[in-house]
């Protein structure tokens, strides 16, 4: 789903890509969304001099006085004004600047509590760093030993073939206390790191897992310990050990031997204050880090728990409150598919990244997918490229012209079935929001019959099997996913006829009714369905006058609210927002007040 993502968020001028431990594929708690945004129109390089294009900026690597594993980004070419605002002078050579970058992008296009954190800028909640970054097409120098070091069959020659073809990038961040600080740049090797997770064997995935849950559990639970380690000290213990041995000892029954060596690890290089990168060892990421009385709080610590063996794992609530009678041993098939389902609804990160995607302004996204998905040979995928075309949807059509209600006129004719096709895209990622939307084109079309013909189509989807972002399982939905349509069904087809999605409108949509638009717009513009079909159902009788009608759409509007019905808890006041206007319409003003209260 990330790789999905990030092909079809790719635009002219860059690259989007989904990093850190979600965009390797673990959704632990406590993870946040990772989003690197590579431009297009910078190209760094070393000595290979790359084949000119006046549009794009060129800037080379010196690293002359600077720290493994970082360097300084200096001009070569550019004519865009705005880059060379982020650049500085020192010692009478212009440099790119990733401080004034940072910066740039802070004061440009965050202002609702988000705060500078290491290269990236992050959200008041800290479930999304999004962080700025410039690419090299090449192998660097530096990492160049890598490729001819390991003697083992891990990483195979392919993998570290395709990991050399992509280049590294480089982030906004300096090595801390440095002169040069704010000019510098780290080496980062995101999509590599990526590439060698996902050649992981499930015993070396679960060494890693359970190594972060330790330490985002119990040792930086510990205020003296908080923050020394981070996930990336982790992940490079295991890529080394991952490389001294043979893959044949990364088995289930050897995962206890295998944590423990990873552990045993972290232990010695907390001791020795050394912690090598891996694909540039003269970087020691310890060095002036894990030294003096921190280094030794932190180690006995670590002894500490290393007493205990791998029972340490236990500190972790996560572990230690495992309920094991939930599961059947052998683990059958129907059980790991219902944790798969029941992990798509609850994870925050999952629903987070698929929200950004729907609202990201490039327009040709849709066409992209369109082309990825007839491409595609591989059914699955075609799934995948499909639900992310959907949820694009009905984004992509708000931003399309509507003039008024629905004319014979050709040129209008045109547009509108334009705008139709565009919105019944929009029906393959869920059950009832889709259909929800092209509603609400009727009714903004004033075709309000036709309208209210797809609000009862879409109200007799909503059953109580249905699933929505949040939903703890029933065993009204255990029952209902072992049903055998679905036993053989994958988490995507799943989707489509199970889960329904919030209402969601754009700054400017032309889709939202007028009378939503006058009270909502700037407050919020995610919507509950099934409060949101009431709703829509209640104007549309409202404005042919059915009262009778009118009354029953707004009393099953109050009692869905009321029952918390396919609602979930954290969006209940947007519901009584619906609610607080169509008692307004209504003439109960007084009820209208208490709603909105």
């Given at each position: 789903?990330?790789?999905m ?28 969304l ?5 431009s ?8 290979v001099?790359?084949?000119f294009?006046?549009c ?6 010196d690293?002359?006085d600077?720290k493994?594993?970082y360097s ?5 070419y550019?004519?865009?004004?705005s880059l060379?605002e982020h650049?500085?002078?020192?010692n009478?050579k ?7 970058c ?9 202002k ?10 992050s ?5 999304l760093?999004l ?11 530096s990492?160049?030993?890598?490729l ?11 993998v ?16 801390k ?9 780290r080496?980062?090797?995101?999509v590599?790191?990526?590439?060698l997770?996902y ?17 985002k559990?119990?040792i ?7 923050d020394?380690l981070c ?5 490079t213990?295991?890529f ?10 990364w088995?289930?029954?050897?995962l ?11 232990v ?10 891996y ?18 709080v ?15 794992i236990?500190?972790?609530d ?9 599961w ?27 929200s ?8 040709n ?11 595609c040979?591989q ?6 490229y499909a639900y ?17 209600a ?5 040129y ?11 919105l019944?895209t929009n ?5 009832v929001s889709g259909w ?7 009714y903004k079309?004033k ?12 109200l007799?989807?909503?059953?109580p099997?249905k699933l929505y972002?949040?939903?703890t ?7 209902s996913?072992k049903?055998?349509?679905?036993i053989?069904?994958n ?9 329904i999605?919030l ?6 949509s032309?889709?939202?009714p ?13 919507f509950p369905?099934?409060?949101y079909?009431?709703?829509?159902s ?12 009118c009354q ?15 609602i979930?808890?954290w969006?209940?006041k ?10 307004e319409?209504h003439?109960d ?9």
């Amino acid at each position: 789903m990330n790789m999905m993502r990030d092909n079809l968020s790719n635009e002219k001028l860059k690259t989007v890509i989904t990093s850190g431990s979600f965009g390797e594929g673990l959704d632990m708690r406590g993870s946040d969304l990772d989003i690197m945004q590579v431009s297009k129109s910078i190209e760094v390089t070393e000595d290979v001099k790359p084949i000119f294009d006046p549009c794009m900026t060129y800037l080379f690597m010196d690293t002359d006085d600077v720290k493994p594993g970082y360097s300084l980004l200096r001009l070569q070419y550019s004519r865009s004004q705005s880059l060379l605002e982020h650049c500085e002078e020192h010692n009478g050579k212009t440099y790119f600047s990733g401080a004034l970058c940072k910066q740039n992008a802070f004061s440009v296009g965050f202002k609702n509590g988000e705060t500078i954190h290491g290269p990236c800028i992050s959200d008041p909640n800290g479930v999304l760093d999004l962080a700025f970054s410039v690419h090299c097409k090449t192998w660097i120098s530096s990492a160049v030993q890598w490729l001819t070091r390991s003697s083992s069959s891990w990483p195979s020659h392919n993998v570290k073939h395709s990991i050399m073809n992509h280049g590294v990038c480089f982030v906004p961040i300096g090595v801390k206390g440095s002169p040069k600080e704010d000019l510098e740049w780290r080496v980062s090797f995101s999509v590599a790191e990526k590439l060698l997770i996902y050649t992981f064997t499930h015993t070396q995935l679960l060494c890693y897992g359970l190594l972060k849950i330790i330490l985002k559990d119990v040792i930086a639970k510990d205020y003296q310990c908080k923050d020394l380690l981070c996930s990336y000290f982790l992940k490079t213990i295991i890529f080394w050990i991952s490389e001294e041995l043979p893959l044949s000892v990364w088995k289930p029954n050897n995962l206890i031997h295998c944590f423990m060596r990873c552990f045993n690890r972290l232990v010695y290089c907390v001791e020795y204050s050394v912690c090598l990168h891996y694909f540039i060892p003269e970087n020691n990421m310890f060095e002036n880090k894990i030294e003096g009385r921190i280094r030794d709080v932190l180690l006995q610590k670590l002894n500490t728990l290393h007493s205990y063996g791998w029972r340490c794992i236990l500190f972790s609530d996560q572990i230690s409150n495992f309920d094991v009678s939930m599961w059947n041993f052998p683990i059958e098939p129907f059980t790991l598919y219902v944790n798969d389902v029941n992990k798509i609804v609850q994870s925050g990160i999952l629903y987070c990244a698929n929200s950004s995607f729907k609202t990201y302004p490039d327009l040709n996204i849709f066409n992209t997918g369109v082309k990825h998905n007839i491409s595609c040979h591989q059914f699955s995928l075609k799934h995948l490229y499909a639900y992310y075309i959907s949820q694009r949807g009905s984004r992509q059509a708000q931003c399309l012209p509507l003039d008024g209600a629905f004319i014979n006129n050709k040129y209008k004719y045109k547009q509108y079935k334009s705008y139709l096709s565009t919105l019944l895209t929009n029906v393959f990622h869920d059950a009832v929001s889709g259909w929800l939307m092209v509603a609400s084109l009727f009714y903004k079309t004033k075709q309000y019959r036709e309208a209210l013909h797809i609000i009862r189509y879409s109200l007799s989807k909503c059953t109580p099997d249905k699933l929505y972002k949040g939903l703890t399982l029933t065993d009204i939905h255990y029952q209902s996913l072992k049903l055998l349509p679905f036993i053989k069904k994958n988490v995507v087809y799943l989707l489509k006829i199970m889960f329904i999605d919030l209402i969601g409108f754009n700054v400017n949509s032309t889709l939202i009714p007028d009378e939503l638009e006058m009270e909502v717009r700037g407050i919020t513009d995610l919507f509950p369905a099934i409060a949101y079909a009431y709703f829509l159902s209640f104007l549309c009788h409202y404005h042919i006058n059915n009262v009778r009608q009118c009354q029953d759409s707004l009393e099953g509007l109050e009692l869905v609210i009321a029952e918390s019905y396919l609602i979930p808890n954290w969006n209940t006041k947007d519901a009584y927002i619906l609610l607080g206007i169509a008692l307004e319409l209504h003439g109960d003003k007084e009820s209208a007040q208490q709603a909105f209260l």
